[in-house]
């Protein structure tokens, strides 16, 4: 369709490609070329989408080269890759990383400035692609830059998703979701490669045929689709390397609506082209509780059949031999999203390739690794075998039978002990026959990780007891990291100078050294430019939040910060009773107001669109804010903000500006956490539970620069087991008690009682993440903070601690760890 390749004669055809010159002229002169003769816009005539369209291409052009050198050499070297398999990417914007990999931050301003355009401007016209949920998703975008900028040889596979994460709005306090249409108004960061396209089978049967004396089976699909690929590039941060991010996109395929079309229904055929195009439609909105839809196994197995044939017959070269493939690339699986890869390539190694089975699993199971996010029960994907056999018949035999090998192997080595040899069954009966994709992940990966130390203990001895006991060395941790680029470097402008005047620039690819500030504490005038930063990005964050919702904050209170997804183990509850008990004493005369440090404090939050507690958890902050922010009693003293619609972008200018990070999850339920560490890493003070990240992050900063509090781990277990009643903790803690009085009085709805009887009455009989327990102990850390934060010089000298010790969290740092216990293990 595409016809053959050209090999070219012209000399100018031969020289490798070369970038425009990386001068102010130069740039001018390619950023007209675009918005003329590329958009076919005279920028007289230019709208602001139109010249950030034409900027954006502009860069983009002079990433290309060297996005096609890194290709080329690749082939050449034969450097083994990553193939880095994520059914989510949280990219956030696109164009400030960009001019910062390529450095032409200074002549793209200059540049716009000389066409009469404000650089500024340009940039905040970028919708992001949100095409990921929270924390996993946002992890992998993180991981890509930092093999970019390591010079690792990587492809990010995944889903080009038409909408991504809902934007989220208040009507009343409440949330609603709109459709998030990022690719409305043009899109020039992804490009499409039709000839690269792949075709994907679903549903029919199966099959066994005779094939000389071998019976073999093989799949016989009722319907296709053809995923279409869309090449991001990845720029490393100013060393010449661009890393590709493949988003496949479902379209219809010929043969699929060709049958129909003979058949002489046109519409019936039309129809049939919406239907695969709905494969890639939406990101599923829930974050930690998989639903199970028939849609999103589709997807998984769409991107991920894409992804290993893209690998196989694009990237490696013609004539490949499959048995090498493990040394050529490691597929790391990004939570069991993509698992269904494992019986995919063993398909095709055994029924296309015609190898024996034992030569295919040995293969595959060299090819995967996985990483698990989470310790949640209800996360662990578990798909129906009657679904899966109704779309992935095949797949389902070889999950029966790469099942039915490894059980053989277990009886083999405990005989007589069945009952483990079911506890370990890939295939379950309870509650239904179904299939448990980690436990296929753990079998099929050459290893497995938790993402921070506390996690990936509880994950081998919690959730993969049987297998951690039966493979010890195939467990191991890596723990999480966030990329200093973006959340360092571009968020934080005025603290990235500092840092450099005090240190250089190397510090942005060798995040370790940031070590060298800790003499800085010390020093008076570092301490008061820190201040001075610290202070900057807040009313750059107040001038946004006025332009943006209309929020109007002030002052140089505390900013305190809880951002992340709403979920009841992440406790935005705990938050609200200590906020609801603040306010309780103040306007009851419990406290001198003049006494308490004024604070702001800020939530960003979504909740899963079914996820009913959640909204109601919402609502709840929204009409305490409500309150609270209209009570002449507290005013100066508290305020509360809730901007709608947290993204990336958001958390680029919130974490800058905070002086509190809230990572106050039940201990044992957060595995790890990232914001935490963007925060350290921006001089905000934790307080924290020993949970997930926030151990280690303690243990670097200290125990006198972190605000620790609640139970840990094992207390909650032995809590847990003991029987816990909330409501006893209700009835003992008079301060407790008249928070959660408060809240049912109708004190923030207007008299009306029942408001928050749902988020209530779930505290007082249920609270399976015993905010209440943890109650008494958070409230006295906050008034810790508040005793901090009166000494101004004291508070700096801890906050500078934390930058200076937390460069461990560098995702470059997380990326060696990768390298060394799983991609060259
Ligand atoms: C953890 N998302 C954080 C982060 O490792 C951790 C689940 C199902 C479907 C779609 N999205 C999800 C997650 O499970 C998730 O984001 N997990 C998070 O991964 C990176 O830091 O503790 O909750």
Redo the contacts with the bound molecule.
């Keep these: 369709r595409y016809g053959p390749m050209t090999t070219p004669t012209h000399p100018l055809a031969l020289a490798p490609v070369t970038a425009p010159p990386a001068t102010v002229d130069g740039f001018v002169k390619e950023f007209l070329r675009e918005l003329n003769t590329g958009q076919g816009v005279a920028l007289s005539r230019s709208t602001v989408n139109d010249q950030y369209l034409a900027l954006a291409r502009t860069v983009r052009h002079y990433l290309m080269a060297r996005w096609l050198e890194t290709t080329r050499h690749q082939r050449e070297t034969k450097e083994k890759a990553v193939g880095y398999l994520s059914a989510?990417y949280l990219l956030g914007r696109q164009l400030g990383n960009a001019l910062l990999a390529t450095d032409l931050g200074e002549i793209a301003e200059k540049a716009m400035a000389a066409c009469g355009l404000d650089l500024v401007t340009l940039r905040a016209q970028e919708v992001e692609p949100g095409l990921g949920?929270?924390?996993?998703?946002r992890?992998a975008a993180c991981f890509v830059d930092s093999l970019a900028t390591m010079s690792i040889p990587c492809i990010g596979y995944g889903i080009r998703y038409e909408y991504g994460i809902f934007k989220q709005t208040f009507v009343d306090g409440r949330q609603v979701e709109q459709p998030d249409t990022w690719l409305s108004l043009g899109e020039p960061w992804g490009f499409p490669h039709p000839e690269a396209a792949v075709q994907v089978d679903f549903g029919g049967y199966t099959e066994t045929y005779r094939d000389g004396d071998v019976e073999r089976t093989r799949w016989v699909p009722s319907w296709n689709v053809l995923g279409l690929p869309y090449n991001y590039m990845v720029p490393g941060y100013q060393n010449g390397r661009v890393n590709t991010l493949r988003l496949w996109s479902a379209q219809a395929t010929k043969a699929f609506d060709l049958a129909i079309f003979n058949a002489g229904d046109y519409a019936e055929a039309v129809r049939a082209q919406t239907f695969a195009e709905n494969i890639t439609k939406v990101l599923?909105p829930?974050?930690?509780t998989?639903q199970g839809k028939e849609l999103r196994l589709q997807q998984q197995y769409f991107f991920v059949a894409c992804s290993i044939r893209d690998f196989i017959n694009q990237v490696m070269e013609p004539g490949f031999d499959l048995h090498d493939l493990p040394e050529r690339v490691t597929f790391q699986l990004n939570?069991t999203?993509p698992v269904i890869a494992v019986p995919e390539l063993m398909r095709i190694l055994v029924d296309e390739h015609k190898w024996e089975w034992d030569e295919a699993w040995d293969v595959t199971k060299r090819c995967f690794a996985y990483t698990c996010?989470?310790l949640l029960p209800e996360?662990l994907e578990v798909w129906p075998v009657d679904l899966l056999g109704r779309l992935l018949p095949r797949h389902l035999e070889i999950i029966y039978q790469i099942n039915d090998a490894f059980l053989a192997e277990v009886r083999e080595r405990f005989p007589n002990d069945e009952l483990r040899a079911r506890s370990m069954s890939i295939v379950t009966d309870y509650p239904d026959r179904s299939v448990r994709m980690a436990y296929l992940a753990t079998v099929a990966g050459m290893k497995v990780n938790g993402?921070a130390a506390l996690h990936s203990q509880l994950l081998a001895d919690k959730v993969l007891p049987a297998f951690s006991e039966y493979w010890p060395e195939k467990f191991t941790n890596v723990t999480?990291g966030v990329t200093p680029r973006r959340f360092l470097r571009l968020a934080n402008p005025w603290l990235s100078q500092l840092i450099t005047d005090a240190l250089g620039v190397g510090w942005v690819t060798d995040l370790d050294r940031l070590a060298e500030l800790e003499p800085y504490a010390q020093d008076e005038d570092f301490r008061k430019a820190f201040r001075e930063a610290k202070q900057t990005n807040k009313e750059r964050l107040y001038a946004l939040l006025r332009a943006r919702d209309g929020i109007e904050l002030s002052g140089d209170h505390l900013l305190d910060v809880m951002v992340k997804r709403l979920h009841e183990y992440k406790r935005q509850t705990l938050k609200i009773l200590h906020i609801v008990s603040l306010y309780e004493q103040i306007i009851h005369e419990r406290v001198d107001p003049t006494t308490i440090t004024p604070r702001t404090v800020v939530f960003g939050a979504k909740a899963a669109p079914g996820y009913r507690l959640a909204k109601e958890i919402i609502y709840l902050i929204n009409k305490v804010g409500e309150t609270v922010n209209t009570d002449p009693r507290v005013a100066g003293r508290l305020q509360i903000a809730f901007p709608a619609n947290y993204n990336v972008t958001l958390a680029e200018k919130l974490i800058p500006a905070a002086d509190l990070s809230e990572q106050i999850s039940l201990a044992g339920m957060?595995?790890?956490?990232?914001g935490n560490m963007k925060f350290a890493l921006n001089g905000a003070l934790t307080i924290g539970t020993d949970d997930?990240a926030n151990v280690e992050i303690r243990q670097l900063v200290g125990d006198d620069n972190f605000f620790g509090f609640g139970m840990t781990e094992p207390e909650v277990a032995a809590l847990g087991a003991s029987g816990y009643q909330p409501g006893s903790y209700y009835e003992s803690n008079p301060q407790l008690k008249a928070a959660i009085d408060l809240i049912a009085s109708g004190a923030f709805s207007g008299g009306d009682r029942n408001a928050f009887e749902p988020v209530v009455s779930n505290l007082l009989y249920h609270d399976r993440f015993m905010a209440l327990a943890d109650f008494a102990s958070y409230v006295d850390a906050q008034a810790a903070v508040e005793a901090a934060y009166a000494d101004q010089e004291a508070w700096s000298k801890m906050a500078i601690l934390n930058v200076a010790r937390t460069g461990f969290f560098s995702s470059d740092r997380s990326m060696r760890d990768y390298l060394s216990r799983i991609w060259r293990a």
Excluded: F
């Design positions: 989510e949920n929270g924390g996993l998703g992890l599923y829930e974050d930690s998989p939570d999203h996010h989470t996360a993402v999480n957060e595995a790890s956490g990232t997930g």
